[in-house]
């Protein structure tokens, strides 16, 4: 799977630039769409607007025990890959249907987390699906489970994605556990000694507002962190 936003709708957090980052590259919308279709067999693109990015998917080669979901509910997009093991329990949580898979309990908690609503974040974050993120040299934010497209667009300026995390518009990069943290970037140093991106690290002394809007009272579960 593969995310590619521009700046005006998901900019890049600090510290994932990498200062050895050379101009041109294999970055940009166009390119890295080619890229990943040319890698994986039967890949779908979706155009996001004019120029605001775009996603693309591909059940090509999937694990059967981390399958590959494409859904899009409430003009929310859900790519997801990997396993929910207390499935039945969210279902039930949630309100929703026999039928209803992993993504559409991934956007449910979305909403949820989106509207402040009163149940906690989920705090078994084990990051065993790899995803990596980076900036290509147009400000692109690129997102994907191929470490080898972030690389081709992203040169030296990718990461993993920091586990137990997720990434907002308004929010930037909060952790799932503590939302109310800062969540601070750390050099990340390759093999050959240079900066190749960042890791991000919560700071539990430094508090934020998360830009998400109030529902209800403020005794929910935000108040807990």
Known sequence: MLAVFDRSVAKSPEGL???????????GVRPLLEHFAAAHEGAV?????????ALAFSDEKQNPFLPRLFTVMNDIF????????NIALLKQQYGLGKTANEA????????????????????????????FWGTDSEDHLVLSDDVEIVKKGC???????????????SGGLQSFEHPLNE??????????????GATYKVDVEA????????????ANWSSQY
């Open 78 to 85: 859900c790519l997801f890959q990997g396993h929910i093991e």
């Open 45 to 53: 693109t979706i155009h996001l607007g004019s120029s605001a990015g």
């Open 104 to 131: 559409i309990i991934v956007i449910e908690a979305y909403r949820t987390l989106r509207d402040r609503g009163p149940f906690p974040a989920s705090q078994d974050a084990d990051g065993s699906v790899p995803f």
């Open 17 to 27: 630039r990498s200062p050895a980052a050379e101009d041109g590259g294999g970055g």
């Open 155 to 169: 040169g030296k300026s990718y990461a993993p994605f920091p586990k137990g995390c997720f990434f907002t518009t």
């Open 183 to 196: 969540v601070k970037a750390m050099p990340r140093v390759d093999s050959e000694g240079q900066i190749c």
């Open 207 to 218: 508090k934020k507002e998360t830009g998400m809007p109030r529902v209800g009272s403020s």
